[in-house]
Nanobody, 119 residues
Framework: VQLQASGGGLVQAGGCLRL?????????????MAWYRQAPGKERELVAR???????????NYADSVKGRFTISRDDAKNTLFLQMNSLKPEDTAVYYC??????????WGQGTQVTVSS
């Protein structure tokens, strides 16, 4: 199993970025997925998660701090997870990780991609 995150970078406040997480080595469509982030000196926190697609519905939920600004999505045909981040704030600065959920735990993590938002 491998999760390869990309798309981070330096952006000004109010800007946007789109993170991607390409999965390989397993059947991507059968696992719930999530994005976490970790800022310097802080604990890792859940940003958003998405359940497996069920017909045309795909459940998502978000941390309060990103609701209305971030959108998590997945393309099972391309084995890829996305995080669209709009209206970025300096407090969004962190390393962002994608993670695979297996039963009750997140068992595989991507290597992280740095997002830096300047004021």
């Amino acid at each position: 199993v491998q999760l390869q995150a990309s798309g981070g970078g330096l952006v000004q406040a109010g800007g946007c970025l789109r993170l991607s997480c390409e999965a390989s080595g397993y059947s991507f469509s059968i696992n719930h997925m999530a994005w976490y982030r970790q800022a310097p000196g802080k604990e890792r926190e859940l940003v958003a998660r998405i359940i497996t697609n069920s017909g045309t519905n795909s459940g998502t939920n978000y941390a309060d701090s990103v609701k209305g600004r971030f959108t998590i999505s997945r393309d099972d045909a391309k084995n890829t997870l996305f995080l669209q981040m709009n209206s970025l704030k300096p407090e969004d600065t962190a390393v962002y990780y994608c993670a695979r959920k297996n039963y009750y735990t997140f068992d595989y993590w991507g290597q992280g991609t740095q997002v830096t938002v300047s004021s």
